[in-house]
């Protein structure tokens, strides 16, 4: 299963809605979730099954979709959000990520 | 809290084998699957293989089957995963993971610090 994310990479602003979408090459249900990455660190779970908030993650952070198309949402940008997040699915072996999407400051 | 801390890592010969552990601690490790993802330098992430509990049954990307094999030691709460025939493109830093859920959809929440794989003459 091909996991397409877009744009690879955007600039923002600190307080500006970020919308990331990720899209499968078949439908996957909800097994979607998705990473956020600092340079030089493990990745983190933001969101699983699609909606789910990790726990611990800002409220910030929202992901929908079901099927093929999800997006990933980060409402009012902080610093500390500039990162690489990538997406993955689980539906089936091998499991597959994203090429990632890279979020620098504007 | 849950901790994942990975060893073994350091430079192969092309050809060459390499067995990295993986110890986890602040989780009833017994009930869990593991998983190992791998990001080559300035790349993104790929998933290499899982093991769900008891160990019975393990899982591989196309990219590593008959060559890697996943092993867990729950007496010890530590995942392996060895490495045979080591190819260039196998250089990365691996990442232990722990699946969040036994049920599906299974997902990743919480991950080691890496440890890196340099494979070279």
């Known amino acids: 299963i091909q996991m397409t994310q877009s744009p690879s990479s955007l600039s923002a602003s600190v307080g500006d809605r970020v919308t990331i979408t990720c899209r499968a090459s078949?439908?996957?249900?909800?097994?979607l979730h998705w990473y956020q990455q600092k340079p030089g660190r493990a990745p983190n779970l933001l969101i699983y099954?699609?909606?789910s908030l990790h726990s611990g993650v800002p409220s910030r952070f929202t992901g929908s979709g079901s099927g093929t198309d999800f997006t990933l949402t980060i409402n009012s940008l902080k610093p500390e959000d500039f990162a690489t997040y990538y997406c993955?699915?689980?539906?089936?072996?091998?499991?597959?990520f994203g090429q990632g999407t890279k979020v620098e400051i504007k | 809290e849950v901790q994942l801390l990975e060893s073994g890592g350091g430079l192969v010969q092309p050809g060459g084998s390499l067995r990295l552990s993986c110890a986890a601690s602040?989780?009833?490790?017994?009930?869990?699957?593991m998983g190992w993802v791998r990001q080559a330098p300035g790349k993104g992430l790929e998933w290499v293989s899982s093991?769900?509990?008891?160990?019975?049954?393990?899982y591989y990307a196309d990219s590593v089957k008959g060559r890697f094999t996943i092993s867990r030691d729950d007496s010890r709460n530590t995942v392996y995963l060895q490495m045979n025939s080591q190819r260039a493109e196998d250089a990365a830093i691996y990442y232990c993971?722990?699946?969040?859920?036994?049920?599906?959809?299974?997902?990743?929440?919480?991950w080691g610090q890496g440890t890196r794989v340099t494979v070279s003459s």
């Open positions: 993971a722990k699946y969040g859920t036994v049920v599906t959809p299974y997902h990743l929440d919480f």
């Open positions: 602040g989780f009833t490790f017994t009930n869990y699957a």
């Open positions: 093991i769900f509990p008891g160990g019975d049954r393990t």
């Open positions: 078949q439908s996957i249900s909800n097994h």
């Open positions: 099954a699609a909606s």
């Open positions: 993955q699915q689980s539906y089936g072996t091998p499991w597959t």
